[in-house]
């Protein structure tokens, strides 16, 4: 199966900077997904991003936080804009979604604003 | 719209015990249904999964059934191990490939 690389695996940030998450897939894939964990809680989907194509976001998740780019089939950012401590999650990419397969995740990105 | 409900945490059991975790779920269609699992520090790994109903899907020792009937998919296995102590997250792939988790169920199993 392919394998994510995601990066930086953890950080500490100011309020009101930017970080940006980077996946990298050893193989093609059409469809990649973004995930954050909030402390003690399950995963939530943020966006959908497809190749050539803006990225979908889901209810509650706007562009401007949280700007997606997927600039070819194996590479994907996700960046967290103008950070609070309400942002301080772990943050996943997803590969898969197949007719039959399962997902595989990246290692995550453990982020804390102070 | 889809939903997982499963057991609410936290599990603690002895090394050797039965595990069940409860797993049911709201979905329109036929959706796929996984188990991810979370060890300490690191990111969700593919337990398990089933496709169809009456589907098995089975892994390291761990079970769980597609029942479309009482629409569940129960996680079991018959003897834990400390190195099972980890987060278990039932999910569902429904028509549009996105997935819905469950809320986690930790589980610390003591020696």
Redesign the interface.
Known sequence: SAVISQKPSRDICQRGTSLTIQCQVDSQVTMMFWYRQQPGQSLTLIATANQGSEATYESGFVIDKFPISRPNLTFSTLTVSNMSPEDSSIYLCSIGGGPLGGYTFGSGTRLTVV | GNSVTQMEGPVTLSEEAFLTINCTYTATGYP?L?W?VQYPG?????LL?A?KADDKGSNKGFEATYRKETTSFHLEKGSVQVSDSAVY?CAL?GSN???T????TLLTVNP
Do not use: N, P
């Open positions: 796929s996984f991810y690191e990111g969700l790994q593919l999964k496709t997250f792939r490939y996105k997935l988790f469950g809320k986690g």
